[in-house]
DNA sequence: TTGCACATGTTATACCATTACACAATGACA
DNA sequence: TGTCATTGTGTAATGGTATAACATGTGCAA
């Protein structure tokens, strides 16, 4: 037998911390803000979280927004399909949400397939604003 | 009347450079490789490649691949329609293609709508590998 | 005990991007 | 023609993101 392969069911010290430090957050943080955070807890250098990111993220517990460099904690209702995940992002409050919708999925999966892509995985982010940060002409709909 | 606006009919010298190193590069290159590449045409800061860069992505002729931190030329065949674009990334070789789909689009726009959510750009891109770096188990299709 | 897998700690380094300031080229306009 | 605003450029310094390399510790199993 192997050794004691983690699973999700028992995060270690720092992964704790780190998860911890994203959903408290409630929004995106980067590597090195999370390390600005934990230096009380004995954190030191960006390894350190680093390292517990990579394991969140392969537990799918922790997404990666590739246009902010940043990382946010899933909040998916149902956190077992992640295959296809888009996510919004408001450039003026920073929010962001996740979208999960099988058409979106479905389509991207068939063009790559058309091009002869074996699709691993796929990054779907949207920039804009979000209903709390629309200018909102009109007040008549909150 | 405001100063002459630059359009993408007459890019200057280091736009032009820049074009030109990843045209010919016909993949993703960082704006350091650029910088790298240039230095014989009198480039010595980053900051030349980003200034060339900034122009080129506003003119719809370069991309940045937000999950590369790089860039490429469009070869996209008509340059006109950028809003919704989609890119495959080879994880073996690093070939990038373009890919505009306007269900992908449509149903973007529409779960950003359904969300509240105004939407401005979109980022969509596949990892994966290409038809080139597939494993091909079975070589009866070509 | 020994060996292995895994998590951790630490330092240094590489890579990506912007700020700040100075200067040059261009065209509008009085 | 001279002045002005705009835009592009050059350079140095800095800030932000991510990994390499090496050492150590811990728990489990042969
Ligand atoms: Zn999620
Ligand atoms: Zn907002
Ligand atoms: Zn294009
Ligand atoms: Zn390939």
Redesign the pocket.
């Known amino acids: ?6 699973t999700e069911n028992h995060l ?4 704790s911390l780190v998860l911890d430090a994203l959903s408290k957050s409630g929004g995106p943080l ?3 803000s999370i390390l600005d955070q934990l230096r009380d807890h ?1 954190f ?5 979280v ?3 990111l990579d ?1 969140l993220l392969e537990f799918g517990m922790v997404h990666r927004l590739e246009s902010l ?2 990382f946010v904690a899933c909040r998916h209702p149902s956190c077992d399909d992640h295959e296809t995940i888009a996510f919004t992002i408001c450039d003026r409050c920073g929010q962001v949400a996740e979208i999960s919708d099988d058409t979106v999925a479905a389509r991207l999966q068939s063009l790559a397939t058309d091009a002869g892509f074996a699709l691993k995985s796929s990054t779907v982010e949207l920039r804009g604003t979000c209903r709390k940060c629309q200018p909102s002409s009109c007040k008549m709909v909150q």
Do not use: I
């Open positions: 037998m192997n050794g004691p392969a983690q270690t010290r720092n992964q980067s590597a090195y004995g030191r250098a960006p390894l350190q680093y390292r517990a394991k460099n940043a």
